[in-house]
Antibody, heavy 114, light 108 residues
């Protein structure tokens, strides 16, 4: 059974860098897209970007200037960094597998507050 | 970017009701569409991919249809656990792979 676990800082100040990691267990890491999605409190889902083990990442145009998604195939992990955060980046951040997201992490609430 | 819209934004229904949600894409996405169910406090759950293919373990009361720019999700007979928010999501072509704004199904 594929499982995704997430970890990273949950409280940031404005201008800091958000950093989250997603670890994958119970399935293959190779050959899949690995995706980050976020959901502001009470709002809908926003696709942030994706990475595949052998290719370049793809990002949402609205976040491209601030986001980096990287992958560590040997550790079955992929990571999200979002720099220069503001209150508008407060959200639950999810990691997920694929282009159709059959497997999701539990979500990480990241709050940006001074 | 491809824009996704959903209607209605919310629907009030009773146990046993048939519920249909519509999703429209701003351009042709063929059948590159997924439907997700999200209950409060939980991660979304994939119900349907490729517009009409039921994901493993999803009850048969859920069905998806459509292609191109017009899609539907139908719950044939509403169960108590189906009260949730439903999102469509396009996975066509190039990123970003956008979600619809969601449809909340609540108790009438």
């Amino acid at each position: 059974q594929v499982q995704l676990q997430q970890w990273g800082a949950g409280l940031l100040k404005p201008s800091e860098t958000l950093s989250l990691t997603c670890g994958v267990s119970g399935g293959s890491f190779i050959g899949y897209y690995w995706t980050w999605i976020r959901q502001p409190p009470g709002k809908g889902l926003e696709w942030i970007g994706e990475v595949v083990h052998s290719g370049s990442p793809n990002y949402s145009p609205s976040l491209r200037s601030r986001v980096t998604i990287s992958v560590d195939t040997s550790s079955y992990q992929f990571s999200l960094k979002l720099k220069s955060v503001s209150a508008a980046d407060t959200a639950v951040y999810y990691c997920a597998r694929g282009r159709y997201f059959e497997y999701w992490g539990p979500g990480s609430l990241v709050t940006v507050s001074s | 970017d491809i824009q996704m819209t959903q209607s209605p934004s919310s629907v009030s229904a009773s146990i046993g009701d048939r519920v249909t949600i519509t999703c429209r894409a701003s351009e042709d996405i063929s059948d590159w569409l997924g439907w997700y169910q999200q209950r409060p406090g939980e991660a979304p759950k994939l119900l349907i991919h490729y517009a009409s293919a039921l994901n493993t373990g999803v009850p048969s009361r859920f069905s998806g249809g459509g292609s191109g720019t017009h899609f539907t999700l139908t719950i044939s007979s509403l169960h108590p656990e189906d009260f949730a928010t439903y999102y469509c999501h396009q996975a066509s072509g190039f990123p970003p792979f956008t979600f619809g704004p969601g449809t909340k199904v609540d108790v009438k």
